[in-house]
C-alpha cells in the first residue's frame, strides 16, 4: 500500500509533492518501482487525492494495471493507508505500508521487511539516529537538557505486517493521527521489530530534501 494523497504543504509551491520530479522522474514513480519490480509483490495499491484518482496524469495511467492500481485515499495518512488496505485482495499474506515521499527505497530493505515480517511480527525499517540530541524550553531556542540517544531509531517506509495482524489494527483503531501503522501495533501490545534500514531511504519533506534527493538520484 503506498500512501501518495497528501497535499505536500510543507514541500511548498512547485505542484503535488509526490508527482514532482527528482531527475526527471515523479517521485512518485521511483517510490513504486522497487515494489513494482519484487518478484514477491503480487499487489500495489496506491492512494492518491481523489482527483488524481478520478483523472490520473498520463505517466501514471500508464504505470498502472492490474498489479498496480490507483485508489481515491483520504483526508489523513491513516485514512489513506485504511483505503489502500481494503483495497487489497485477501490473497495477500503480508502487507507493505510505503511513503510515496520515500522515493529511494532499496531492493534489500523491501526484502528484510518482507523476511521480518513473515516471522510473524511488524516490521519497522528504521536507522539509529547519529546526531546528539537536545531538548528545547518549550517554544524557545534555548536548551533544557541532552537527550539520551542510545537505542533512539529513525522510523522509516516500508512497514511490514502480517495481514492479519494489520486487519486487526486498523479494525480497532479509531486514531487518524497516527503517522505510522507500527504505533498501531505497539500499543496494541504487538511484536513490532526495526530492521536496519539505509540513511538514503529518506523522507521528502521540504524543498531542501528535493535539493538532496536530485542529488542523492545522481549518484
Ligand atoms: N499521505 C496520504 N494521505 C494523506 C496525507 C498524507 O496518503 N491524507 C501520504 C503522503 O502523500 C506521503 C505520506 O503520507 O507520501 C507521508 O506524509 P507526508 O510526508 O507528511 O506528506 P504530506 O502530508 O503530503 O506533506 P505535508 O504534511 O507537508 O502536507
Ligand atoms: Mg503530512
Do not use: Y
Amino acid at each position: 500500500v503506498v500512501a501518495a494523497a497528501g497535499v505536500g504543504e510543507r514541500a511548498g509551491a512547485g505542484g503535488l509533492k509526490q508527482f514532482r520530479p527528482i531527475a526527471g522522474v515523479p517521485m512518485l514513480l521511483r517510490a513504486v518501482r522497487p515494489f513494482a519490480n519484487h518478484p514477491e509483490v503480487r499487489r500495489i495499491i496506491v492512494a492518491v487525492p481523489p482527483n488524481c484518482a478520478a483523472e490520473p496524469p498520463q505517466w501514471l495511467r500508464d504505470a498502472t494495471g492490474e498489479r498496480v492500481v490507483l485508489i481515491a485515499g483520504g483526508p489523513t495518512r491513516s485514512a489513506s493507508v485504511r483505503a489502500g488496505f481494503e483495497a487489497l485482495g485477501a490473497e495477500c499474506t503480508i502487507v507493505l505500508v510505503h511513503d510515496a515521499a520515500r522515493p529511494f527505497v532499496s531492493r534489500e530493505t523491501i526484502d528484510a521487511v518482507i523476511a521480518t515480517a513473515a516471522r510473524g511480527v511488524g516490521a519497522v525499517p528504521a536507522v539509529p539516529v547519529g546526531d546528539t540530541l537536545k531538548r528545547a524550553m518549550n517554544g524557545s531556542s534555548r536548551i533544557e537538557s541532552t537527550v539520551e540517544r542510545t537505542a533512539l531509531w529513525r522510523a522509516h517506509t516500508p512497514q511490514g505486517f502480517p495481514h492479519r495482524m494489520l486487519e486487526d489494527l486498523l479494525r480497532r483503531s479509531t486514531e487518524t493521527s497516527t503517522t505510522d501503522e507500527a504505533a498501531l501495533a505497539e500499543a496494541a501490545g504487538h511484536p513490532v521489530e526495526l530492521v536496519p534500514d539505509r540513511t538514503s531511504n529518506l523522507k521528502i519533506t521540504t524543498p531542501e530534501d528535493f535539493e538532496l534527493a536530485e542529488a542523492l538520484a545522481r549518484l
